[in-house]
């Protein structure tokens, strides 16, 4: 009942963040998109007004002409809407998520013994924790520190890359591969979330009490929360790819996963780049050249080996052969008590209908045993497969 009534938190939450993390992330796009498209205003009335940048736009039946003003306009208006609320629910209700999923279960979810032998449960949680509030101080710190600097955004570009490198690998080595890519996913959004909260949020802020207390607004407000907003822009397709990684396993799994990773984000951020220059009228090709070459190489390095056809078994195995197989190796975590995913195998019935399944993740994919915790062999996973294209017999 327990584990239902978690799968349930886990559906309401995971919609929920979908559905928020869309609301943040088109926000983000949108704006990117409009601060590159605009055009200086040539109607000397809209200059007059402070205006720096206008557009015109169609949707939905409707013309719309939004316009952006330097710094500020010179009289507040009455209605100010503010966008924050769709990254601070995303943070929330992932990191709600994180602490369903992984937390609760983090003997199985988050400690692979295979990478690190963790004491306890509660050193890797605490260990989760500090790595996420980590990853924002260093990455706050090398903003402030640099970021004032002459170059200062080409330094803290620099450094933010190696910065993420440095902490992939860290994920990488002290947590399960699965864990680790979403650990470092969910470090960047933490991030990102902060930047908004720390930074953004509180310059506008105080633009705008400068404003009513009939002062100049200091243009270091603005010109600091769109250095964070342009790192969030390229943070959204690697996060996005580390959120999604869970379903493949061939990368979090991979012997150099945290290689596999940063070479993927690198790919979401050059992609991005793309995009984020189109919108200013460039057609930059190279940089989908770059990504795809990148895509290409780390499919074809982690190309599985063929596998030893079946008839390398000289027959195949029977139920009574493949039994103790799944006692040993499968059974700790699919019995009659305990259902991972709803799938118990414990049953020659159970075995059967879930032949299929059991094949994909034992054979392909190679996602069960969970981290190979209870250490099965080549020899048996061949096994498994020769039974199944047999026909998947039970008695
Ligand atoms: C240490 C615990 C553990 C062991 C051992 C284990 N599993 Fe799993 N299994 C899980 C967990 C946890 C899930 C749910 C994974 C998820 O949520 O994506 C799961 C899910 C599955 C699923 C459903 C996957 C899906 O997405 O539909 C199958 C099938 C499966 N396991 C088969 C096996 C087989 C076969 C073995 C033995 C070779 C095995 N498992 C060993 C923990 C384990």
Redesign the pocket.
Known sequence: MDAYLLDWLNLLLRWLHVIVGIAWIGASFYFVWLDNSLVKPTDPALKEKGVDGELWAVHGGGFYNPQKYMIAPKALPEHLHWFYWESYWTWMSGFALFVTLYLFNAQ??LIDKNVYAWGSSGAAIAASLVYLVMGWVVYDAICRFFGQKKNGDAIVGVLVFVYVIAATYIACHFFAGRAAFLLTGAMLATAMSANVFMVIIPGQKKTIAAMKAGLPPDPAHPMRAKQRSVHNTYFTLPVLFAMLS?HYSFAYSAKYNWLVLVLIMLAGALIRQFFVLKHKGRWEYKYWAIASAILIGVAIWLAPAPTKPVAALAKAPTYTEIKPI?EA??A???NANVQ??N?A?HTPELLAQ?AQ??Y???VVTRA????N??Q?TEEERAQLAAWFKAGAKTP
Not at 368 to 371: F, L, T
């Open positions: 199985t979810f869970n799944i190796r499968c700790m975590c699919h991972m995913k799938v195998l879930h399944n059991v994909q993740q034992a069960m045993p969970m981290n915790s209870t099965i």
